[in-house]
Each structure stands twice: as C-alpha cells, then as structure tokens.
C-alpha cells in the first residue's frame, strides 16, 4: 500500500493524516485475507519475493489474523527478517524484526476496528510515551510488486530526522522515472522521525522483470 507518489499507503486516502514516525510502521501493511486461498507454501513463497537471496532462507514468514490480531507464524526464521504475503495491494513485504512490536500493536488496533486515523494517532501515543520506539537509523524494508504500473522493487530505508541537506537525497519522487527503469533514490517525510530514502530497482524497459 505504499504509494510511489506521496510515499506510504493507499493513494490519496493515508496523505491527509499520516506523519512521524508511525508512518513508517504503517507503511508495512497486514496479509490481505485474499491471500488466505492460498497453500502455505504459496504464501512462503510469495512472501519471501522481495528479498536478497542470501537473506531468504532464514527470514521468518508471517501473517496476521484480521480478527484477533493475533501473529501466525507460517515459518519461524534464524535471522533477523521477518516477510509478509502480498497485502491488499498486491505487495509482498520484508523487513527487520527489530519493528515487529509496533506491527503487532497496529494489527491489534485493526482487528479492534479501529479506522486508519485511529491506528496512526495510537502508534504515535505509543512511541510518546516510550511504549514504542522508532526504527533505527539505516533500518531496511523490501516491497516487490509484479503490477506494472507499480515499482517492482522498492527498498525503503528509514532515516529519523534526515534532511536533503543532511543526506544528500532529493524529496523529489523517482516513480515515474523507475518504471521506466531510470529512477533514482528520493527522501520521503524530511525533518521527521518518519524521514526514509525510498530506493526503486526497476529493471530497464526491455529487461526480463520475471
């Protein structure tokens, strides 16, 4: 659900009231419910889409139940990458443990029923009040999508506080440039405990993307 455009989740909609850093945890979306039709080695598979190979065989796969909240483990892991099957978007997600306790709070707060304003405002109580803390510096998610018109590859890196001056990456969005496969990094939410560099691998437009 993370929008090339503005930056996280779905177009338009998360813009108006996402920020800080709880938006970097939003950016990682829960499994789509469509994604319970398939096997469990099908969503393993899937799931582990976005990552490097070397990092593959020991990241764990999980999924979180819509209803409770609850985390189901699909595959326990030996490394420090936890993954997720394709979300309502149709992305694939990998990222570093080291988030999970604020991904498990925001898959408790949606299966309370709470709307998208909801779970940002809670996360952001949270990390105030010490109960959550932001991703560290350097901190790397990988998306894969195989919609054409999305970025088939994204490594997004979290960057708490940075600023184009203080980094030397442009805020201006790479989106369009990457389908075409000439993007470039961009830095996303600058200044803030949200701040990340996306960074789109699309392949050029005559490459084999399979």
Request: hydrophobic residues 40%; glycine residues 10%; positive net charge.
């Amino acid at each position: 659900m993370l929008d090339e455009h503005i930056g996280f989740f779905r177009e338009g909609r998360m813009k108006a009231f996402i920020a800080g850093a709880a938006l970097v945890l939003l950016m990682i979306p829960l499994t789509a419910a469509s994604a319970s039709a398939l096997t469990k080695e099908e969503k393993i598979a899937q799931a582990l889409l976005p990552l490097p190979e070397d990092l593959k065989g020991g990241a764990a796969i999980i999924e979180y139940d819509e209803k409770t909240g609850d985390r189901v483990v699909l595959r326990a892991g030996t490394n420090f990458v936890e993954c997720t099957p394709k979300d309502k978007d149709g992305f694939a997600w990998c990222y570093n443990k080291v988030t999970a306790p604020r991904r498990d709070m925001t898959a408790k707060l949606r299966a309370q029923g709470k709307s998208d304003k909801e779970v940002t405002e809670g996360i952001q109580a949270a990390m105030k009040d010490g109960r959550l803390k932001p991703p560290p510096s350097g901190t790397m998610s990988y998306r894969y999508s195989d919609d054409p018109g999305r970025i088939k590859l994204l490594w997004v890196v979290s960057v708490p506080g940075a600023t184009p001056e203080s980094i030397g990456v442009s805020t201006e969005s790479q989106r369009d440039a990457a389908l075409k496969g000439n993007g470039r990094p961009w830095l996303m939410l600058p200044g803030t405990p949200g701040a990340h560099i996306m960074i789109p691998i699309n392949p050029g437009p005559n490459a084999d993307t399979k």
